[in-house]
């Protein structure tokens, strides 16, 4: 399969595995000033794209596994999108499947010690999944219920971690859990899981019970030829002890494994934690060093060959250039600088004019108003003019009588001083005003002697 394009800072370079809803892919993360680190990348097959479940699953696991905070948990650290594709973007950690590693093997069973030390690593971050808070701190109930050794990925630096929360249960989860469907592999089920009963983390200390069966016997439990007999032999067939199938076992590790594997999940560790501690005490682990050890010896070619892949595709000429975000600062910039002064001119006459043109429409509107309803009254002059008044006329001579003086507005008193009599000549009118330039002549206060 091709692969996916550069996602913003993320150029793909080679797939690492692929399965039955994504692919996975390990990518290069670019950034300022030279930066640069392997990734990985989980793709969605484009046949499900559209599909709204699936990409609901996809943000359910991106959601989930980014509030686990765990060195044995491999965190999505951070969610792309790209022409409508959702990319979830992982730490990208040098390992094989616990699946790859017991295959690679070819039947030689692996230590028991080294499967404990992977087994504890494992059911440390399941624990620690169990207890995850959101950011509310409120439990989120996550339930992981798909543990098997192909979500199991052994490192380099010898600890186990845990993937693939994409279809866990979670009392916060966008894609609620569907009746009648089991989700999860048939060999890993839990009686209730089968049973579609109410689950519980107990649901996966079964699961990760059955690993450690197989890890230390070297074969399956529950392997049949089909689907039905796998179940059927989960619900009724009886589990051996590991010490039967391989001598010299302790029988401190039977009593674990049964504990774990009991059907009635009120007879099973509560926690991940208890289930944990009790593997330490019965078979002390590995160090992590002699794991490494092991995942060198077994998988040291199919690790060499990811490496020199890995390193060609970084060396490739002919990869498209990355491309590199603009730092935030520039962004800043243009977004708050201010429009240049003839930018602003247009925008001011503008204003200006919409301004003027709303000063005027009020003022007409508002003369208008007043003459309506303010409209002053007329003095009389020499016709009479009919007044309309709100009592009924005295008589029918009263319609040639001018408007009373209360029907005009009120006139102030007039002055008591006595006017003058101008004996049929008019008044002299004032002088005129002297010009303003005559600053000396016009101000009182400049002419003023000493």
Do not use: W
């Not at 971050?125 to 169990?130: D, E, I, Q, V």
């Not at 199938?245 to 401190?252: D, I, Y």
């Not at 006595?418 to 005129?432: C, E, L, Y």
């Amino acid at each position: 399969m091709a692969l996916p394009p550069i996602v913003g800072s993320y150029q793909p370079l080679l797939e690492l595995a692929s399965g039955g809803m994504a692919s996975v892919y390990a990518v290069r993360l670019v950034g300022a000033h030279g930066f640069e680190r392997i990734v990985v990348m989980k793709r969605v097959h484009p046949h499900l794209v559209n599909n709204r479940e699936f990409r609901e699953m996809f943000l359910d696991e991106a959601r989930l596994s980014s509030l686990i905070r765990h060195p044995n948990i491999v965190p999505v650290i951070d969610v792309a999108e790209q022409s409508g594709e959702l990319f979830l973007i992982m730490e990208y950690v040098e390992s094989v499947s616990l699946a790859q590693l017991q295959r690679t093997l070819h039947g030689e069973r692996i230590e028991p010690r080294l499967v404990s030390r992977i087994v504890c690593d494992v059911l440390h971050g399941l624990h620690a999944a169990h207890e995850t808070l959101n950011l509310r701190g409120q439990p989120m109930n996550i339930i992981h219920r798909d543990v098997s050794p192909q979500n199991i990925v052994v490192g380099v630096d010898g600890t186990s971690r845990l993937i693939d929360f994409g279809i866990a249960k979670a009392s916060s989860r966008l894609t609620p859990t569907t009746n009648g469907v089991l989700k999860g592999k048939f060999g890993y089920m839990a009686p209730e899981q089968i049973k579609q009963q109410n689950l519980d983390r107990r649901v996966d200390i079964f699961a990760a019970g059955v690993v450690l069966h197989e890890a230390l016997t070297g074969g399956r439990l529950f392997a049949s030829g089909n689907e039905a007999d796998a179940l059927l032999g989960i619900l009724l067939r009886e589990i051996p002890d590991p010490s039967s199938t391989v001598p010299g076992l302790p029988t401190e590790l039977d009593g674990v494994v049964r504990r774990a594997l009991e059907r009635d999940r009120d007879a099973r560790f509560a926690t991940a934690g208890d289930f944990a501690e009790a593997l330490e005490v019965a078979f002390p682990p590995a160090s992590p060093r002699d794991v490494a050890a092991l995942v060198e010896r077994v998988c040291a070619e199919v690790l060499g060959q990811r490496r020199s892949l890995l390193q060609a595709a970084f060396n490739h000429p002919t990869l498209p250039p990355p491309v590199t975000p603009a730092p935030p600062i520039e962004v800043e910039v243009d977004i708050r600088e201010e429009p240049a002064p003839a930018d602003r001119a247009p925008r001011r006459r503008l204003i200006a004019g919409i301004s003027a043109f709303a000063a005027v429409s009020l003022g007409v509107i508002g003369v208008s108003f007043l003459g309506e309803h303010q409209r002053p009254a007329t003095l009389p002059s020499s016709e009479p003019v009919p007044a309309v008044s709100a009592e009924p006329p005295a008589s029918s001579d009263s319609a040639s009588v001018p408007p009373e003086p209360s029907a005009s507005p009120p006139i102030p008193a007039p002055s008591t001083a006595p006017r003058p009599v101008s004996h049929g000549k008019p008044a002299p009118r004032p002088p005129p005003p002297r010009p303003t330039s005559d600053i000396h002549k016009s101000n009182p206060y400049l002419n003023q002697g000493p």
